[in-house]
């Protein structure tokens, strides 16, 4: 070989070997760049999962807390455990349907299945199972139910295997479905816990979809496991794991797979031989449970998992459930993104040396090699997985890769040749050949030479994130520039994502209505909210508690916590003890619940403190002021009604729907006799009836037939009154109000005495009664016949209708030698009062005609008023009645039109063709100690034809009320009434004018007497 010919070829391989060194070092910052983004990503997949699971763990031992401290479940947990311990008597018992009523609409709504009641031995005293009520120790034993009941704290399980037949993922129902057991100590009335609630929690559903949601990629999955390497969630590999025989065909993964490394990879292994029991734990198990708690691993070189599969992991040990987790994902996916970037380098460093040795041969090669050249660069740069485009000085795009046309949405055909700003957006599209050109001139490099995110245009007009890196390189005169750009459009969603969560905690944390704080392992703190300085009333005398609460970061929550012992609200005591408690309270890892109270025990907050992983806290504080008012009040009324209750002089009860007692007052238990056996909150009140059935209280007759028809009144909505005697004549009455929803109210009262008082007021009454009775035919006897109207009338009708059935209303006639005299009176008030007046005006009447035989009105009116004023003592001062009446009288004479009229304070009514006129008396009753002993009236000669009506009426017409509204009937109406019935015969009148006043009057009730009469003259 020539000398020049082997220099050539020294430099040559000195290039290729140059080349190669590169492309190896690029390809480790490749490597290693992504193994930092893939540690990245599972570590925060990682702490996503891990804070899912406090949050999910916070809610359910919450709920537990709420449920077991309920007043209701703790009054029916107390009656429980006074039932015998078979399951005949616990099943029957009435706080069975309680709890379940109670307890199951919200365990389904906070994502739970069955409960258990379980006392101290292990006896189930109530369950949404009827079948386990009355089992020992099939749910959970008597030594576990103490230990629980011994450490007074709420506890939750690790996924285990159901002691009971539940229904799994597939309906199919039998014992072993994997479940958590949450178990909460039910406190005593005394303060102490008597029993514990237990509750499952579906280990697939609930438990295994935490870590269902943080899967990466097609490959990755996260699971959790317990100390023993036992997988205690689901597999996302299930089908895999039945194909490899891990699991058998209708089992799942969860607790039946131990994560073990099997040596070789499973899905690939020529032979079927299954892997070994005992192999060794995985890496990430392994170091997890060897770790401490809140100890983290990550690895992402590769170790195999349980199926052998190379995987790269982040591990962590949750401290108070007892396990670990892990999130993985396949190695080959993992870094799947390095082959385009492998073979990407590999083209270039191929191109660099393919181009040095050209350049070293010095072009000696064909066009047809160069062809063969560009081809091969093409291919090499088509399959890199970035895009990859060069151009020229002016900006003209002279490669397009295939990766580009991806991202981009163009063909190469669409690019090449064009200005490469048609792959911008708008302005900075505008701007590139500026760049270009200043960089030409002055060397000033914005994008040359770096990495970083830029904005692109697709085809499709809409923005792309992307990473940019650009190089340039002199090729002869002309500079060329090739732009590496990787589309991280994911990224940036992420990103995006995980900007907003931060949002909306910080939004959420603002507006929170309680104060909330976070703590490190060294008790500072990591966050607080603003509504934390509104509760808990900060001391001024700690400086920084005068800042922001976002500036508390780093802060010692102990100076806080003396300042609040110093200053007294933690009760008296020395400030450094109190500090020292209180700090050794937050920072255990024991759940903490108190109350404080402030401005002299007019406020009240709580304080709900959650140990964190790392040693640390999460305190939340609520205003409870108002809840303990309410509960004061509450206790107060409660109290008041019972007191009330049991000092009423009627019995009282109410039942459920089941006619179970609910309320009831010792009155109750009197009245009806009953032992204190039958009487009792959630006791069947059948036992009641029955007792009373068998003991006479409800007369002779079958026993179940008179239960059957008493419980019958308890079951169809409405009121229902009865009366039972009892056997020693005790007389009850029994109103029952049975409502629509269920259950009833009843009270009884003791009539005994009222009856006794009733049939000596019964017989009274009979007596009175008759008396009245026999009055009013003697009242009735006094008053003129109608027929004899019928001498001096040629139509006429009278209506008489006392209130009562004598009444002081009183009519008059007397035929006289020349005519004959009318008159109609309304004496003071009415019944056996009024009616005594009537006889007295009746009498005074007759005497006036006697003295005054000429029947001239206005002397029958003056002799009547001394005649009453005379038989009542109102002429002197020491008569005590002041008794009168108001009366008219209408004088008539034989052959002639004319009437003479003179009235006490009362009128005669003349209905004419043309209306209505009234012709009023004097202004002055009859009788009354303020009228004069010889007091005057008026006489009135008042003409008339035959067409004429004539209506004399006492106020019982006018003042009576009704109508719609409720006023009273009126002289007006009256009038108008008179006058629209003139044409009708006197009968037919009565008829209409007594149905008006009925209709006008409805179920209003008569105000007086009411007395009217009607007539025509004959003429």
Request: glycine content about 10%; charged content about 25%.
């Amino acid at each position: 070989m020539r000398r020049g010919d082997a220099l050539l070829a020294g430099v040559a391989l000195a290039a290729l070997a140059l080349t190669a060194l590169f492309a190896l070092g690029g390809y480790k910052l490749v490597v290693d760049e992504t193994r930092v983004d893939l540690r990245n990503t599972l570590e925060a997949i990682l702490d996503d999962t891990r804070a899912d699971l406090v949050a999910w763990e916070k809610r359910h031992r919450e709920a537990a807390v709420r449920w077991s401290q309920d007043a209701d479940v703790r009054r029916w947990v107390a009656e429980l455990m006074q039932v015998p311990r078979e399951p005949a008597f616990l099943v029957d018992a009435y706080a069975q349907s309680g709890l379940r009523k109670q307890l199951v609409p919200l365990m389904k709504a906070a994502g739970q299945s069955e409960f258990f009641i379980i006392a101290g031995d292990g006896t189930v005293l109530a369950s949404s199972l009827p079948g386990q009520v009355g089992t020992r120790g099939q749910v959970m034993d008597e030594a576990t139910v103490q230990r629980r009941l011994a450490e007074g704290e709420v506890a939750l399980s690790l996924p285990r295997p159901s002691p009971v037949s539940l229904p799994d993922a597939r309906g199919n129902v039998a014992v072993g479905h994997p479940v958590m057991y949450l178990v909460a100590p039910v406190a005593g009335y005394g303060g102490e816990s008597d029993a514990v609630l237990v509750t499952f929690i579906d280990a697939t559903a609930e438990f295994s979809s935490i870590f269902q949601r943080a899967r990466l990629g097609l490959s990755g999955e996260t699971y959790a496991f317990d100390r023993t390497g036992l997988m205690v969630s689901e597999s996302r590999f299930d089908q895999q794991l039945r194909q490899i025989g891990l699991i058998g065909d209708v089992q799942t993964s969860i607790l039946n797979v131990q994560v073990r490394d099997p040596g070789r990879d499973l899905l690939r292994a020529a032979d079927s031989t299954p892997p070994l029991d005992d192999g060794p734990l995985t890496l990430a198990v392994r170091q997890a449970v060897a770790g401490g708690v809140g100890d983290r691993g990550v690895n992402v070189t590769g170790y195999r998992d349980y199926r052998g599969v190379p995987v790269a992991g982040a591990w962590v040990w949750h401290p108070t459930l007892g396990v670990g987790m892990v999130t993985e994902l396949d190695l080959d996916e993992a870094l799947a993104s390095l082959r385009p970037a492998r073979l990407t380098i590999a083209a270039l460093a191929i191109l660099s040396a393919v181009l040095v040795v050209l350049q070293a041969l010095g072009y000696a090669r064909s066009a047809r090699a160069v062809l063969r050249r560009e081809r091969s660069l093409a291919a090499i740069i088509d399959t890199a997985a970035d895009g990859i485009i060069t151009i020229g000085g002016d900006g003209i795009v002279t490669r397009f890769s295939a990766a580009a046309e991806r991202i981009f949405g163009y063909r190469a055909g669409e690019v090449v040749g064009r200005n490469v700003s048609l792959l911008m957006p708008g302005r900075e599209g505008g701007l590139h050949d500026d760049y270009l050109r200043a960089y030409a001139e002055t060397g000033e490099s914005r994008v040359i030479r770096m990495s970083r995110e830029v904005v692109g245009r697709h085809k499709d007009g809409r923005d792309l994130p992307l990473e940019l890196a650009v190089a340039d390189a002199s090729v002869g005169d002309e500079t060329v520039f090739t732009g590496i750009v990787r589309d991280i459009s994911e990224r940036k969603a992420a990103e995006a994502a995980l900007a907003e969560k931060e949002h909306q905690l910080s939004a959420a944390l603002t507006h929170m209505s309680d104060a909330m704080y976070m703590l490190d392992s060294e008790g500072r703190f990591v966050l607080a909210n603003e509504r934390l300085r509104e509760l808990l009333d900060l001391p001024d005398d700690v400086e920084w508690t005068r800042r922001p609460t976002a500036e508390w970061v780093g802060q010692p929550v102990a100076e806080l916590i003396r300042a609040h012992a110093v200053r007294g609200d933690y009760g008296w005591g020395d400030p450094d003890e109190l500090t020292a408690k209180r700090l050794e309270e937050l920072m255990n890892d024991a759940h903490v619940r108190r109350e404080m109270a402030f401005d002299d025990d007019q406020r009240f907050v709580e304080l709900r403190k959650s140990p964190t992983a790392g040693g640390g806290a999460v305190v939340v504080i609520s205003d409870t002021t108002q809840q303990k008012m309410a509960e004061v009040i509450l206790a107060e009324k409660e109290e008041m009604f019972r007191l009330a209750l049991n000092n009423m002089s009627d019995g009282v009860y109410s039942v459920d729907e089941d006619l179970n007692f609910r309320v009831f007052n010792r009155r109750y238990v009197q009245l009806l006799g009953l032992p204190d056996n039958l009487v009792a909150e959630g006791r069947p009140m059948t036992g009641a009836i029955r007792f009373a059935a068998e003991n006479g209280f409800y007369g002779p007759g079958d026993v179940d037939e008179i239960v059957e028809e008493r419980l019958a009144d308890y079951r169809e909505p409405g009121f229902r009154e009865r009366e039972v005697v009892s056997p020693d004549g005790t007389v009850i009455n029994i109103r029952i109000t049975a409502l629509v929803g269920g259950g009833a109210v009843v009270a009884l009262t003791d009539r005994t005495e009222r009856r006794k008082a009733e049939q000596e007021l019964a017989e009274a009454f009979g007596i009175i009664s008759d008396s009245i009775h026999y009055a009013s035919r003697i009242q009735r006897s006094i008053l003129p016949a109608e027929k004899f109207l019928g001498e001096s009338t040629s139509d006429h009708f009278v209506v008489w209708q006392p209130r009562d059935q004598v009444g002081g209303d009183m009519y008059w006639y007397r035929r006289l030698d020349d005519g004959f005299l009318i008159a109609l009176g309304d004496c003071t008030g009415h019944g056996v009062p009024g009616a005594f007046m009537t006889l007295i005006a009746t009498g005074a009447l007759d005497r006036a005609i006697r003295e005054c035989p000429e029947g001239d009105p206005s002397r029958v009116l003056r002799i009547m008023n001394r005649s009453i004023k005379l038989v009542l003592g109102q002429y002197a001062e020491i008569g005590e009645s002041d008794d009168g009446m108001d009366i008219g009288v209408c004088r008539f004479f034989d052959g002639t039109t004319r009437m003479t009229f003179a009235g006490a304070k009362f009128s005669v009514f003349l209905s004419e063709v043309d209306g209505v006129h009234e012709v009023k008396g004097d202004k002055v009753s009859l009788g009354y100690r303020t009228v004069p002993l010889d007091q005057p009236y008026t006489n009135h000669e008042v003409p008339y034809t035959s067409e004429t009506r004539f209506y004399l009426a006492t106020d019982g017409l006018t003042d009576q009320v009704g109508g719609d509204g409720g006023r009273m009937f009126g002289k007006r109406r009256a009038l108008t009434m008179f006058h629209t019935l003139r044409d009708m015969s006197m009968d037919e009148q009565r008829e209409n004018i007594l149905a008006t006043f009925d209709a006008y009057q409805g179920s209003q009730n008569r105000r007086d007497d009411l007395t009217l009469i009607g007539f025509k003259v004959r003429v």
